[in-house]
C-alpha cells in the first residue's frame, strides 16, 4: 500500500471537534502523570496521537512499505479551523512530552494567532521506535538519520493538512537546539510545506564541523567566571587538586572528599571522573534560568550562582566541586556518593549524551552526521585537558555501532553555513548558552534573522513568560511573534487562488 493511502486510525470513541472526519489513534490522557504543564500558559490540552510512518523514505525494496508508529501531540484550543496557522514542533532527542511541557511561548503564540499546535516525536526517541525495543541497539539503528526525520515530519504533516482540510493554512517550524536545526533544515528543505521557522539555539555551524573545537568550554567557563572570577579559578584548582593526588597515588583520598562510590584504579577511572564533573558545569550553563526548571535535571533559579555559591562555601576545593556537582546529579540530596559511571557515560558527544535508550538513539547520530568535536583544554577554559579528535571519535564509533563518521555530510546536504539561498528563519540565541558560538549570530538577509537574548540560556525564548524574564526576551518573543504573523500573512497571499480564465481580480475594496 503506496503511502498516499495510509492513514491513522481513531479509537471507536468519538473524536473531538477538531478530529472530526480525521482517523486516528488516541491514546486519551491529554498529558502523562508527572508532567508538569508550562508555567503561566494556558493549558493548551494536547491529546496525543500515533501516525503508521513509513520505515524508510528512500529506499524503495529493503523496507518496503513497511510502518511504524510516530507519536505527536495535537492541540486544537485555540485553532480558527481551517483559516488558522499550523506551529509544528520538530521533535529533537528526547520524549515529545518533554518538548510540549517546556515550549509555553508557542501555546502563547497559537492563542494570539489562533493556530493548530503539533509536536512531533523525533524516529528512535520516546516511544517513536521504529523497531520496538530493540531499536536502539547495535544493528538496527540505520535508518536514523536527519533525512529521514525530516521526511517523517513532512509526511506526517501533509496527512494531518489533508484529513483536516487544512491544506491552505501555513505552516510554521519551531524547535530548540537540535529540534532548531531541524526547523531551519525543514523551511530550508520542504519550502513548498513551511512558510518560516523558529530555529532556537540551533548549533548548525558547529554540527556541520565549521566551528571552534575549544568554543564550548570556553564558553561554559565564561559562564561561570562571569559570575564570579573567583568561582572559576576554584574550578580550576579543584581538578588540578584531583590530578595530583591521582599522581600522587591517593585514591581513596580522592573518592572520599569527591564522593565517588568506587576508588580511582587508573588513568581511564580519572578521565571519567573528569567528564562526570565537567558534565555538570555543561547542563548548569545550559539551563541558567531565572528560575527554578525541571528540564534537563531539577535546578533552582540561577544555578550557576548557586552552584559558585556551593563551591566557594566549602573550606575544601574538592569538596566544594563535588557539592557543585550535586546540583545536576544529586538534586534530592538522598545519594550518599556518585557513581561515576552510571550517572554519566561516555559517548560520541563530548557534551553529554545522558543515559537510557534516548542517549544511545543520540550516540549514534553523534557517531554518523551529527558533528560534536568540543575539547577541553584547561588554557582556554577552567577544565581539564580531555581532547576529543576526529581519530578517537572513528575509533570509538566502529567499536560501539560499526559505522564510519562522515564529517561532511550535512554541509553537503544543508550548505556550509552561509545560508545564502535560504529565506524566513529566526536564529535565536542567549548569551549564557554554550551552544550560542556554534549557531548563526548575525543576520544573513531581511529574512534570515540572527537575534541575541541578552541574559538568556539554552532557548529560553521557547520557554513560557515568567515574571522573572529578562526584558531582552519579552522584545525577541515579540519580534518573533511579529516576523511569524508576517509570514503567515504573506504565505495566505501567495495560497489564493488564481482567477479564472477571462475573470479579472477584484479591485482593492469591492466585495465578493
Same mark, same amino acid.
Request: one cysteine or more; hydrophobic letters at 40%.
Given at each position: 500500500m503506496g503511502p498516499q493511502h495510509r492513514h491513522m486510525v481513531h479509537p471507536g470513541a468519538g473524536p473531538s471537534v477538531l478530529l472530526l472526519g480525521l482517523a486516528l489513534l488516541s491514546l486519551g490522557a491529554s498529558q502523562p502523570s508527572g508532567s508538569l504543564p508550562a508555567q503561566h500558559s494556558a493549558d493548551p490540552e494536547f491529546q496525543e496521537y500515533h501516525f503508521e510512518q513509513l520505515l524508510d523514505h528512500f529506499n524503495f525494496e529493503s523496507f518496503g512499505n513497511k510502518t511504524f508508529r510516530q507519536r505527536f501531540l495535537v492541540s486544537d484550543k485555540f485553532w480558527r479551523q481551517p483559516e488558522g496557522p499550523i506551529f509544528f514542533y520538530t521533535g529533537n532527542e528526547g520524549d515529545v512530552w518533554g518538548f510540549a511541557n517546556n515550549s509555553g511561548f508557542l501555546v502563547e503564540l497559537a492563542q494570539q494567532q489562533e493556530a493548530l499546535l503539533v509536536f512531533a516525536e523525533h524516529r528512535y526517541y520516546g516511544k517513536s521506535l521504529p523497531f520496538g525495543a530493540r531499536s536502539t541497539q547495535r544493528g538496527y539503528l540505520q535508518l536514523l538519520t536527519v533525512e529521514q526525520a525530516l521526511a517523517d515530519f513532512a509526511v506526517l504533516l501533509q496527512a494531518l493538512q489533508r484529513d483536516l482540510g487544512a491544506q491552505d493554512s501555513p505552516v510554521i517550524a519551531f524547535g530548540g537546539s537540535y529540534g532548531g536545526m531541524l526547523s531551519a533544515y525543514m523551511r530550508m528543505k520542504y519550502p513548498h510545506l513551511v512558510a518560516g521557522a523558529l530555529a532556537a539555539s540551533a548549533p548548525v555551524i558547529a554540527v556541520t564541523g565549521l566551528g571552534d573545537s575549544y568554543q564550548f568550554f570556553r564558553d561554559v567557563t565564561a559562564d561561570f567566571y562571569g559570575q564570579s572570577p573567583r568561582c572559576a579559578q576554584g574550578v580550576r584548582d579543584a581538578f588540578q587538586q584531583i590530578r595530583d593526588l591521582f599522581l600522587q597515588g591517593a585514591y581513596d583520598q580522592i573518592s572520599q572528599e569527591f564522593g565517588t562510590c568506587q576508588s580511582l584504579l587508573g588513568p581511564?577511572?580519572?578521565?571519567? !571522573?573528569?567528564?562526570? %564533573?565537567?558534565?555538570?558545569?555543561?547542563?548548569?550553563?545550559?539551563?541558567?534560568?531565572?528560575? #527554578?526548571?525541571?528540564?534537563?535535571?531539577?535546578?533552582? %533559579?540561577?544555578?550557576?550562582? @548557586?552552584?559558585?555559591?556551593?563551591?566557594?562555601? $566549602?573550606? =575544601?576545593?574538592?569538596?566544594?566541586?563535588?557539592?557543585? %556537582?550535586?546540583?545536576?546529579?544529586?538534586?534530592?540530596?538522598? $545519594?550518599?556518593?556518585?557513581?561515576?559511571?552510571?550517572?554519566?557515560?561516555?559517548?560520541?558527544? +563530548?557534551?553529554?549524551?545522558?543515559?537510557?535508550?534516548?542517549? =544511545?538513539?543520540?550516540?549514534?547520530? %553523534?557517531?554518523? $552526521?551529527?558533528?560534536?568535536?568540543?575539547?577541553?583544554?584547561? @588554557?582556554?577554559?577552567?577544565?581539564?585537558?580531555?581532547?576529543?579528535? $576526529?581519530?578517537?571519535? =572513528? =575509533?570509538?564509533?566502529?567499536?560501539? *555501532?560499526? @559505522? *564510519? +563518521?562522515?564529517?561532511?555530510? !550535512?554541509?553537503?546536504?544543508?550548505?556550509?553555513?552561509? !545560508?545564502?539561498?535560504?529565506?524566513?528563519?529566526?536564529?535565536?540565541?542567549?548569551?549564557?548558552?554554550? *551552544?550560542?558560538?556554534?549557531?548563526?549570530?548575525?543576520?544573513?538577509?531581511?529574512?534570515?534573522?540572527? @537575534?541575541?537574548?541578552?541574559?538568556?540560556?539554552?532557548?529560553?525564548? !521557547?520557554?513560557?513568560?515568567? #515574571?522573572a524574564d529578562p526584558v531582552s526576551v519579552l522584545e525577541v518573543r515579540k519580534l518573533e511573534a511579529s516576523l511569524i504573523w508576517e509570514w503567515v500573512k504573506a504565505a495566505r497571499c501567495e495560497q489564493q487562488p488564481a482567477p479564472r480564465e477571462g475573470q479579472l481580480p477584484p479591485h482593492r475594496g469591492q466585495q465578493d
Open positions: 581511564g577511572d580519572l578521565t571519567q !571522573l573528569f567528564m562526570f %564533573a565537567r558534565n555538570a558545569f555543561t547542563v548548569l550553563a545550559m539551563m541558567d534560568y531565572p528560575y #527554578p526548571t525541571d528540564f534537563l535535571a531539577h535546578l533552582p %533559579a540561577n544555578p550557576v550562582k @548557586v552552584g559558585c555559591d556551593r563551591l566557594l562555601s $566549602e573550606a =575544601q576545593r574538592i569538596t566544594g566541586l563535588r557539592a557543585l %556537582a550535586g546540583l545536576v546529579y544529586n538534586a534530592s540530596g538522598t $545519594e550518599h556518593c556518585y557513581d561515576i559511571y552510571q550517572l554519566y557515560h561516555s559517548c560520541a558527544d +563530548p557534551t553529554g549524551c545522558g543515559t537510557g535508550s534516548d542517549a =544511545q538513539a543520540w550516540d549514534y547520530q %553523534a557517531c554518523t $552526521e551529527i558533528n560534536l568535536m568540543f575539547n577541553s583544554n584547561n @588554557v582556554t577554559d577552567m577544565f581539564p585537558a580531555l581532547p576529543f579528535t $576526529e581519530e578517537l571519535r =572513528q =575509533q570509538y564509533c566502529l567499536g560501539t *555501532w560499526g @559505522v *564510519w +563518521p562522515r564529517p561532511h555530510w !550535512l554541509q553537503a546536504s544543508f550548505g556550509h553555513g552561509d !545560508l545564502k539561498a535560504a529565506s524566513n528563519i529566526i536564529f535565536s540565541n542567549g548569551d549564557l548558552d554554550p *551552544w550560542a558560538g556554534g549557531g548563526v549570530q548575525k543576520s544573513v538577509s531581511k529574512s534570515v534573522v540572527a @537575534v541575541t537574548i541578552r541574559g538568556g540560556a539554552h532557548h529560553l525564548d !521557547l520557554r513560557a513568560s515568567h #515574571p
